[in-house]
């Protein structure tokens, strides 16, 4: 039994209190090198600001003529300004956690493509499936 805590030899490493600071580890860098700054929280907001304000700009000035692809664009700023979110103000990354944010994360992100997609082809066969195709097919029912 070579135990240190057993036999009351705490502070075998020479920190004074026990916790083993000296044998290599850094415990005060549990964030994996993510370091929160004032400077990453102004880089978060400029890049938040100009992520918001070019789609406002391509929709009020209406840059794009086509809506539909004005959307499409604007849903890829979107998704962007959510990435930017994550990682400059929700300090996510592959590491934090031991990778179980980044899981979570992906889970979250399929549940709700099944979701938005599910509901989006209801919306679009609700019409077909809710309308009777013709005059005569509506005489018909009872």
């Given at each position: 039994?070579?135990?240190p805590h057993a036999h009351g030899q705490h502070g075998q490493h020479g920190d004074g209190h026990?916790?083993?600071?000296?044998?290599?580890?850094?415990?005060d860098?549990?964030?994996h090198g993510l370091h929160i700054s004032m400077k990453g929280y102004v880089t978060g907001f400029i890049l938040s600001?100009?992520?918001?304000?070019?789609?406002?700009?391509l929709v009020m000035g209406k840059v794009i003529e086509s809506p539909s692809t004005t959307s499409f664009v604007i849903l890829a700023f979107a998704?962007?300004?959510i990435v930017v979110h994550m990682i400059y103000f929700l300090h996510l990354n592959a590491q934090s956690e031991g990778g179980w944010n980044m899981l979570a994360l992906i889970f979250t992100i399929v549940l709700v493509v099944i979701t938005l997609s599910g509901s989006l082809w209801v919306m679009f066969h609700l019409n077909?499936?809710?309308?009777?195709?013709s005059m005569h097919e509506m005489r018909n029912m009872p």
């Open positions: 039994m070579s135990d026990g916790h083993g600071h000296g044998d290599g580890h850094h415990d860098d549990d964030d600001v100009i992520l918001t304000a070019i789609p406002f700009w998704a962007v300004q077909h499936n809710m309308m009777p195709a």
